[in-house]
């Protein structure tokens, strides 16, 4: 006699033929007579059975008609890659903001079967609906899981979030960044919030000047926050972290940020503050418009922050106005303690993923209180030019590893406070004459030390 277990796998062996014989008269009879009986009896079969439940992703969900659901799309990219290994026709195309050629199945081959953790998954596309309801708009579509009943707690518990984080490393894999600025909200009605370009900044963790003990920590840092979805879950807390970057100008303040986006693979909405004009609103507006997996980058706190933190003697009449001080010259200036408290709030009960950098050259002006632990996770010194800073950095722009010349200039520099923009600075190659790149440039950084170390 044949076992249960044999049964279940030949049922579910014949319900994924019924869907690949489906798909093929879909893709060979597109409208019509045929294809609508063809699904409308699929779709009864496999409900009658009673033993198997579907799960449907839409394309598109809520209310606005352009709001793609990010779910289909890391869906789409997983079920790309694992069925590209059987797919017979392919088209090729540029990924979204990368230049890289991105192989996809065409539509009729999506009918696939996935197995995770030894049970069986068959995916479809739909690109009718099944209930009739009204298209929000063409071509909209459904990407359908079928599975055995039995399935519903590894479904639910751990295959849809496998899913969902490999489709998105995949997507991850062929993007580029993007920098962000935020509009003011007069242009709103004719652009979006935030405008954006590809961000190619070349700054890595690699390249980046600053002590090797610093750069550890701060990349062992970056590495935990960036696994810690359950922890935050676990301890209630939104998954996000602050950082305070300050140093004099030219230490590498942008360059880091620039360094930590590559490293993550996130996004910078780099937030003008002075733009923003609108209050409370317009502020948790711009804040909730950004996505999950990005850095939220304020600088300069000190020019455009109110550092008193001293509340306003006049009568406050409402909560926008306590944020949101009028002082000179009738501008709104935030102040940084309830610019905090309003962050806190905000994504305690939304979104995740978010590092939010605040950068000053003055961290002396600002109130202890508001730098504590809690507010800002973690202060970031970028000082003056180290010696493990200027092998970095000779190594980048000249590509020399001289023993006896870094002594000479470690003597020189320890002497000196020189930022690592004035060592690259003087550095960079300046000629193409045929000259000695290397002594040219140090020569020029040589002589700029010395006369530094004369003037001090
Ligand atoms: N730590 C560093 N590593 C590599 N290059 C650096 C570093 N610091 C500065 N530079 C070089 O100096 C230039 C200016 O640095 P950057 O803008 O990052 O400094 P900053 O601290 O943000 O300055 P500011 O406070 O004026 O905005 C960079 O484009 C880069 O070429």
Not at 286 to 302: A, C, G, K, Q, Y
Not at 336 to 352: A, K, M, P, R
């Amino acid at each position: 006699m044949r076992k249960m277990g044999d049964h279940w796998a030949a049922i579910g062996t014949s319900l994924g033929s019924i869907m690949v014989l489906y798909k093929m008269i879909e893709h060979f009879f597109p409208y019509g007579f045929l294809h609508t009986h063809v699904e409308k009896y699929t779709q009864r079969i496999l409900r009658c059975t009673n033993l198997y439940v579907q799960i449907s992703i839409d394309e598109y969900t809520g209310e606005l008609i352009d709001q793609k659901n990010q779910s289909y799309t890391f869906t789409e990219a997983y079920l790309n890659a694992t069925a590209l290994k059987h797919a017979m026709q392919l088209t090729a195309c540029t990924a979204k903001n990368s230049e890289k050629l991105v192989l996809n199945m065409v539509d009729y081959e999506m009918t696939i079967t996935d197995e995770f953790h030894g049970a069986k998954f068959y995916w479809m596309l739909t690109s009718t609906n099944e209930f009739g309801k009204p298209r929000k708009v063409d071509n909209d579509r459904s990407l359908t899981v079928t599975f055995h009943k039995r399935n519903r707690k590894l479904v639910m518990d751990m295959y849809l979030d496998h899913v969902m984080e490999k489709g998105r490393e995949l997507l991850e894999r062929n993007q580029q960044r993007k920098l962000y600025t935020n509009n003011s909200r007069d242009d709103w009605y004719k652009q979006e919030m935030w405008s954006h370009v590809i961000h190619n900044h070349p700054a890595t963790f690699d390249n980046l000047a600053m002590d090797m003990a610093k750069k550890e920590d701060i990349i062992k840092d970056l590495t935990a926050f960036s696994k810690a979805k359950d922890y935050y879950a676990k301890i209630g807390k939104a998954w996000k972290r602050g950082y305070l970057l300050f140093g004099p100008p030219g230490t590498g303040k942008s360059t880091m940020i620039a360094a930590i986006s590559k490293f993550l693979n996130y996004d910078i909405y780099d937030l003008e503050l002075k733009s923003v004009r609108g209050g409370n609103s317009e502020l948790r507006k711009l804040l909730l418009d950004t996505s999950d997996r990005s850095i939220i980058v304020i600088e300069d706190i000190d020019c455009s922050i109110e550092l008193t933190n001293k509340r306003k003697k006049k009568k406050i009449r409402s909560r926008d106005q306590e944020m949101w001080a009028d002082h000179r010259h009738g501008e709104m200036v935030v102040t940084l303690s309830v610019l905090l408290n309003f962050i806190d709030g905000l994504w305690s009960s939304t979104g995740g993923e978010r590092l939010i950098i605040f950068t000053t050259n003055h961290v002396e002006k600002l109130d202890p209180a508001l730098i504590r632990r809690g507010r800002m996770d973690k202060l970031i010194e970028l000082g003056y030019c180290s010696f493990d800073g200027f092998k970095i950095l000779a190594k980048n722009y000249l590509n020399i590893d001289d023993h006896s010349l870094f002594e000479t200039i470690r003597c020189l520099i320890s002497e000196t406070q020189i930022t690592p923009a004035d060592v690259a600075e003087n550095l960079m190659p300046k000629s193409v004459n045929g000259d000695d790149y290397s002594e040219v440039c140090l020569g020029n950084l040589i002589c700029a030390l010395e006369k530094l170390k004369e003037d001090t």
